[in-house]
C-alpha cells in the first residue's frame, strides 16, 4: 500500500459514510440516539480535510493523522473508537512507504485490539467488534494464503459486511443499546454497518488500483 | 420538526453564545467549546469539571458558577465532548489543587474524559474522576455498559462542588461526590421522544396510549413498553425500583428531585411530587430537601425522572451551601 492508497481510502470512506449518513442514522435511532450517521460524517470530513492540508511520507503517518483527528472531532464513543483503531493501525505498520499486505493484516489486527480495550467489547457484543474482527480475520487467512492486497481487500469487505448482518439477531452487552436489553434484538448494529462501509471502501480503493 | 433554531448545524454554538450574552459572570471561550467561570481559576481551590452531550440544558453549563462547577464542556447534541475540550477547560480552572472530573455513564463520556485525565496527567494536572451511575432501571451487569448517569448529577455537582468551594482537597471533594452518587437512585418515564434537531424528527413514537419505561436522557428507547397508568401507580412502580435498588431503612432522610425531562409542564410534575410525598412518608422516610423542575433535560422529551438520595448532616450542609449559578441559585 502507497500512501496515495490509504488517503485514497480515508477519502472514500468519507464519501461512503456521508451516502449513507441517514441509513446510519435510521439505525441508530433504533437501539440508540439516532446520530452515528451525523457523528461519522462529521468526522471522516474532517479527516478528509486534515489529509489534504498534510503531507505524509509514510502510510503509517496517513492513520494516526486520520485516528488523531476522529478523536479530536467526533466526541461520542465513535470518536474514540475509531480514532484509536485508525492510530494504532497507523502506528503498527513499518514507517515509510509503501507498507506490504501482511504489514497491513498485522495492523488491522493492532486496530482491533485497541478497539477491544478502549470499549471492552468482546465478539458477540453487537458493536464495531463483530464486522472488524471477521475483517481482520479474513483479510490475514487471504493474505496468509497468498493474496495481494486488492484480493485481500475483497474478502475483508465481504467478511464485514456479513459479519455487520449478523448483529441484526444479537442483544446489545455494551453501549447505549445495552440499555435496551432484549429489544436491541432485531436491529442491525450501525458501529458494526459503518465497520463495514470501511472496510468496502478498502476494497474498492484497492481494486482500483490495481 | 418545528423548532426555535436557524441552522441544525449551529445549535450548540448559537445556544452558547446566548449563554454568554445573559451572563456575563461566566466565560464563554468559543473556541475551546467550554464555559467557564469568569474568576477562575482561583488559586488553591480544587476545581470541578464536567461535561456531556448538549440537549440536557441546564446541565451541565447552566451549573457554572460559585458553589458548584468550575467548568462544563458541552458537546454536540447528545454526543459527548472531545478530548480536547474537557483537557483545554481542565488546565483553565485548575488552580493548583487539582481537577474533578464528574462524569455521567455513558461509553462516549467515559472514553473521552479518560483520554482527557491522561492527557491532562501528562501536562501535570491532577484528575480525580466521579462517576455517577444512578439510573436503576438499567441492570448493573456484564449484559449492559452499566447503569446511567442522570438525575443524580445534579445532586453530586452541586455538593461536591461546595466542598471544594470551602477548601475541601481534591480527595475529600471527590469522596463526597462518589458518596452522593452510591446514596442516590433514579428511574424515568417518558411520554413522548425528543427531536434532535439535525435527525428532524422524534427518536421514537409511541402510540397514544404507551409510555416508555426506564429511560434514559438521550432519547434512547427504555427498557420496556407499557400503557399509560395514573400518575399515583406509575410512582409507586418508580419508588419501587428505586427503594428495590438502594434500599432504605425507616427513618431515613432523603432529598428527593423530581425532574422534567424537558417537555413536561410543571402542574403535573408538582403533581407527582405529590405523590411521592404521601408514599414516602408512608415508609417513615423523611424528605429533608426537595428540588421540583427541568433539570436534567432530554430536550423537548415528555416525560420525568425521579431521583432519591440518602442523606446525613454533612451532605444537608453541603447541599444548603450557597450557589449562584444560572440554573440553581440560593443563599447567597
Given amino acids: 500500500m502507497e500512501v496515495d492508497l490509504a488517503i485514497g481510502w480515508m477519502r472514500a470512506t468519507a464519501d461512503a459514510v456521508a451516502a449513507s449518513s441517514e441509513e446510519l442514522t435510521r439505525l441508530d435511532a433504533a437501539i440508540g440516539d439516532g446520530d452515528h450517521g451525523v457523528n461519522l460524517t462529521r468526522g471522516f470530513a474532517a479527516v478528509a480535510a486534515a489529509l489534504d492540508a498534510g503531507s505524509f511520507a509514510g502510510v503509517g503517518e496517513v492513520f494516526v493523522t486520520a485516528g488523531s483527528t476522529l478523536i479530536s472531532k467526533v466526541g461520542g464513543a465513535s470518536g474514540p473508537l475509531y480514532g484509536s483503531a485508525l492510530r494504532s493501525l497507523g502506528k503498527a505498520l513499518p514507517p515509510g512507504a509503501p507498507v506490504t499486505a501482511s504489514d497491513l493484516a498485522a495492523g488491522l489486527h493492532a486496530g482491533l485490539e485497541a478497539v477491544r480495550k478502549l470499549g471492552g467489547a468482546e465478539p458477540g457484543d453487537k458493536t464495531i467488534v463483530d464486522a472488524w474482527k471477521p475483517a481482520a480475520d479474513a483479510f490475514e487467512a487471504a493474505v496468509a494464503a497468498g493474496a495481494g492486497l486488492p484480493e485481500a481487500a475483497g474478502e475483508a469487505a465481504r467478511a464485514a459486511r456479513e459479519g455487520a448482518r449478523a448483529t441484526t439477531d444479537l442483544r446489545a452487552r455494551k453501549g447505549r443499546a445495552s440499555y435496551l436489553g432484549e429489544r436491541s434484538a432485531g436491529h442491525q448494529d450501525p458501529g458494526a454497518t459503518s465497520t463495514a462501509l470501511l472496510f468496502r471502501a478498502l476494497s474498492e480503493q484497492a481494486g482500483n488500483s490495481g | ?332
Avoid at chain 2, 80 to 104: E, N, R, T
Avoid at chain 2, 117 to 129: Q, S
Avoid at chain 2, 197 to 207: C, V
Wanted: hydrophobic share 45%; glycine share 12%; proline share 5%.
Fill in chain 2, 1 to 332: 420538526m418545528k423548532k426555535f433554531i436557524n441552522d441544525p448545524a449551529d445549535v450548540v454554538a448559537e445556544a452558547l453564545a446566548g449563554l454568554a450574552a445573559a451572563h456575563p459572570e461566566l466565560r464563554v471561550d468559543a473556541a475551546g467549546q467550554y464555559v467557564a467561570r469568569a474568576d477562575a481559576p482561583r488559586a488553591g481551590k480544587v476545581a470541578l469539571v464536567s461535561g456531556g452531550g448538549s440537549g440536557h440544558e441546564p446541565l451541565h453549563g447552566g451549573f457554572v458558577g460559585p458553589g458548584m462547577l468550575d467548568a462544563a464542556c458541552p458537546g454536540e447534541i447528545f454526543t459527548s465532548p472531545v478530548p480536547d475540550q474537557i483537557l483545554a477547560a481542565s488546565k483553565a480552572v485548575d488552580g493548583g489543587a487539582g481537577v474533578v472530573h464528574v462524569v455521567k455513564n455513558y461509553t462516549g463520556d467515559v472514553m473521552n474524559f479518560q483520554l482527557a485525565a491522561e492527557m491532562a496527567a501528562d501536562e501535570g494536572v491532577t484528575v480525580e474522576t466521579v462517576l455517577v451511575d444512578d439510573d436503576v432501571a438499567v441492570e448493573n451487569s456484564t449484559w449492559t455498559a452499566g447503569r446511567r448517569g442522570t438525575g443524580a448529577t445534579l445532586l453530586v455537582e452541586k455538593i461536591a462542588g461546595a466542598r471544594a468551594e470551602e477548601g475541601g482537597k481534591l480527595a475529600e471533594v471527590a469522596a463526597i461526590g462518589r458518596q452522593v452518587n452510591e446514596s442516590s437512585a433514579s428511574f424515568a418515564y417518558a411520554l413522548t421522544a425528543g427531536t434532535t434537531p439535525s435527525a428532524g424528527r422524534p427518536g421514537f413514537d409511541l402510540p397514544e396510549d404507551e409510555i416508555e419505561v426506564g429511560v434514559g436522557i438521550h432519547g434512547e428507547p427504555g427498557r420496556r413498553r407499557e400503557k399509560l397508568r395514573p400518575a399515583k401507580q406509575l410512582v409507586e412502580s418508580a419508588l419501587d425500583a428505586i427503594l428495590d435498588a438502594k434500599p432504605r431503612g425507616r427513618g431515613d432522610r432523603v432529598i428527593v428531585l423530581v425532574n422534567g425531562l424537558g417537555g413536561t409542564p410543571l402542574i403535573e410534575l408538582y403533581l407527582v411530587y405529590g405523590e411521592l410525598a404521601k408514599i414516602l412518608a408512608a415508609k417513615n422516610l423523611t424528605i429533608e430537601r426537595r428540588l421540583i423542575g427541568n433539570y436534567v433535560t432530554s430536550l423537548d422529551m415528555a416525560g420525568l425522572s425521579i431521583t432519591v438520595t440518602r442523606v446525613d448532616d454533612e451532605m444537608l450542609r453541603l447541599w444548603d451551601a450557597p450557589v449562584v449559578t444560572p440554573g440553581l441559585r440560593w443563599g447567597a
